[in-house]
């Protein structure tokens, strides 16, 4: 098993024509993802590395039964594509795009609850289960080993470290999700706790948090009531300022909530083993065994 | 982007929203509008004006002209003052806090409100503060507000006059696209008028295309942020003297927190992003030197994003423009031994590890 992609995911690219399509879709294809589909309006009938193009969602659904979405396409236009997908059918949606208006996340996270749909994003790197030969996103495919633990994240190229020295130890991991460094994004640290709990082939699990709301200590909550997993941080932003966004939108101290200090106390207290440097995760992994 | 208070409250007026009659006072010699008595309010975009000196009463233009030359002079958490609100003074009778948020746990707007208003939130009790959810699917109705306002023990007529409030503020909120609208405090006037004495009002930068009457001041950024902002690089000046170049928000944060465990401190947060365009990694430069960090640490990891790429944007911009200051690099992933021996080439010091190049930085920093 793994959590939110696997073999069964049928990759519909949104936004498959424009220069990150191109080569992410190539990407995707070579770690062994099943891309079915890509939709930019305008440009059925076109084809990218052999997946073929459609003008709508809709229609690459029902041509090629696509279950889950990446969505590229422009901050201004997110909202509608998110949309389009979950009105299509469209059942796991990836949204990879950085600066999308707030209250439009806040609007298609909703929308995507009450259709039973997971959001992974937006302003995510995506999702990689390297066992199942899944990858829907932009992750670079090198640093993956496929083995037992699952990580879940708030930012993307610290997530690359921290799994590139997982690898370099020959820990393997489950899935590796990105889960965006916006302040409303749609699967949250206790979804991703969540599934790795039920998932047979993970066996700990990593988070890597920063400064900015409580979902660290949303999740410390929750791990103390319901997760049985060994359970390893990191968290980034232990000298950032309040009231200054630290890069990702979502990372900012705002009204003295989402300290540093505070999730790391809440995770301490819920018995999560933390690093004080990246690359440490890999040592606390390797000493638990 | 904060809105000034006077910003914020011609938004409110927009909608609705009695506000004090006041004018907007430019510079120090502009009294012609002036009326009397008037409240003087310093406009900064930061808290605690009041006890920093920046809210004063002026009873007539003597006094008004002294004072406004003080506020004039102010520094308010940094900012300088450039602007002052005169307002009429409002006699006070009840003073309530009424707020809409962003919970980024429950991705719904929350409406918060208070009894206690006029102080700041934070300091009031939480079993005094009264919170309603609301599920953006549905908007808000009628419900929600008779549920929060009858919690807060306010006569019938308080209710019916302060009800219209909430919801025009929800609109507000949701139109302008904003993290925060606060009315601290909502004051019942000693006529049973209800009038927003403050506005703080934040608006998602994100969102600012979509509301063009917004002029983007950005008034809450440094000189340097400001014009990083502009070319689209996600730049911070902190108080240290260590300039930090990172790719990746999270990557960046971390290299300054392993500074800080080297008893360094952080000057500058500059993230690349997933960019390898030499074009950008020379403005990002440019400006980081116009920062004038005492040392440059330069962490990298390369993903999609190659390290050789970068590393050589890096060391055309230092042979080209050279740098008055020692660099320290540390650089993993796809393509890094190529990318060190670029580096070493242009004269950068090689760190092995982000521990070591937080070390090594933190001690050349003089820290």
Known sequence: ?289 | MKLFEYRGKQLFQKYGISIPKGTVIEYEGDHSNLFFPCVLKAQVPVGGRGKAGGIQLAQTREVAKEKLAGIFQMKIGGFQVKKVLAEEKIGVKKELYLSYTLDRSRRMPLLMMSGKGGMDIESVADNLIFKEWINPLIGIQRFHIRGILAKLELEKDEEKKIAPIVLKLYKLFREYDCELVEINPLVISGDEQVIALDAKVIVNDDALYRHPDLVAEHQELTMLEKEAKEKGIAFIQLEGNIGVIANGAGLTMATLDALTHYKGKGGVFLDLGGTDDPEKVKQAFELMKKAKPKVILLNLFGGITKCDTVAKGVSTVISKEGIDCPVISRIKGCNEEIAKDILKDAGLITAGSLQDAAKRSSDLAGW
Do not use: W
């Not at chain 1, 098993?1 to 190539?26: E, P, Y």
């Not at chain 1, 965006?180 to 948090?209: C, M, R, S, Y």
């Open chain 1, 1 to 289: 098993m793994s959590i939110f992609v696997d073999t069964n995911t049928k990759v519909v690219v949104q936004g498959a024509t424009g220069h990150q399509g191109q080569f992410h879709i190539g990407e995707m294809l070579n770690f062994g993802t099943k891309v079915v589909a890509g939709v930019t309006p305008g440009k059925q009938g076109e084809e990218v590395h052999g997946v073929p193009i459609f003008n709508t969602v809709q229609e690459a659904v029902m041509e090629t039964d696509a279950n889950t979405s990446l969505v590229l396409v422009p901050a201004r236009f997110s909202k509608d594509a998110v949309f389009e997908a979950l009105d299509a059918g469209i059942t796991t949606l990836v949204v990879i795009t950085e600066n999308i208006p707030f209250h439009d996340a806040m609007e298609f996270v909703h929308y995507a609850m009450y259709k039973g749909a997971v959001v992974i994003g937006p302003n995510c790197p995506g999702i990689a289960s390297p066992g199942k030969k899944a990858k829907v996103g932009i992750l670079p495919s090198g640093i993956f080993v496929k083995g037992h633990v699952g990580v879940a994240s708030r930012s993307g190229t610290l997530t690359y470290e921290i799994v590139n020295s997982l690898s370099e130890r020959g820990i393997g991991q489950s899935t590796c999700v990105g889960l965006g460094g916006d302040p409303i994004i749609g699967t949250t640290f206790i979804d991703a706790l969540n599934a790795f709990e039920q998932d047979t082939e993970t066996k700990a699990v990593v988070l890597v948090g920063e400064i900015g709301g409580t979902a660290e200590e949303d999740a410390a909550e929750h791990i103390t009531q319901h997760i049985r997993k060994p359970v390893f941080a990191f968290i980034a932003g232990r000298t950032a300022p309040p009231g200054k966004r630290m890069g990702h939108a979502g990372a900012i101290i705002a009204r003295g909530k989402g300290t540093a200090k505070s999730k790391i106390k809440a995770f301490e207290k819920a018995g999560v083993k933390l690093a004080s440097f990246p690359t440490e995760i890999a040592d606390l992994v390797e000493k638990y065994g």
